[in-house]
């Protein structure tokens, strides 16, 4: 076996080893009018971090959405993108109603909730995860990862909002249970409380041993684990 072979071999499944956590940060978005994008997403209620600018030659803008671990960037001579090329963001929400509600709230045109077509991917609107249908209304399983939403910013840079309540498993680990903000915390213990609920009724009384089993359920649902019963 030559030494191409090998290095081609060792190279085909994923290394174990990790020496640096890899941090996506920074999405960078074009648009054509900073001022104009500036004042959509403080629209939107995101986060403004930074507005330098250097002349007129160089400006940086960077805002964060609520909850994020990722900022958007957006000014002058920072991408040679063409303004609204930038398609496909995904904002994860835990409920997706109240995200519309809350942009709507603002002024800000959203979608409403679709779904996809099962099987079949192809087809005449603008593709997203789940290919080029969309059908209208939330999923009807109400699954997770499967209803969204969409809007736009003035360049026409497209953002989705994907309804994620429970993640697959091994996506989050158990013993690592976080959320990003109260407003998720909150959604997270609604679930608990309505699934809680189902479980006094099938058990035909009250559990004092409640908190326990909200504790268990939110864990397991966030680390993509089947929920108590």
Known sequence: MTTTEIDREAG??????????LKLEVVVIPVSDVDRAKAFYARLGWRLDADFSSGEDWRVIQFTPPGSACSVIFGRNVTAAAPGSARGLYLIV????????ELLGRGVEVSEPFHGAGDVHAGPDEPYLFGSVRLGGADPKRGSYSTFASFSDPDG?????????????GRIAGGATTFASTTDLAAALRRAAAAHGEHETRSGGHDENWPDWYADYIVREQAGQPRPS
Do not use: C, I, K
């Open 12 to 21: 085909t499944g994923p290394s174990t080893a990790r020496s640096v956590d």
């Open 94 to 101: 835990s409920d997706l109603e109240a995200a519309r509600q």
């Open 157 to 169: 840079n497209g953002w989705l909002f994907q309804e994620v309540t429970a993640r697959l498993p």
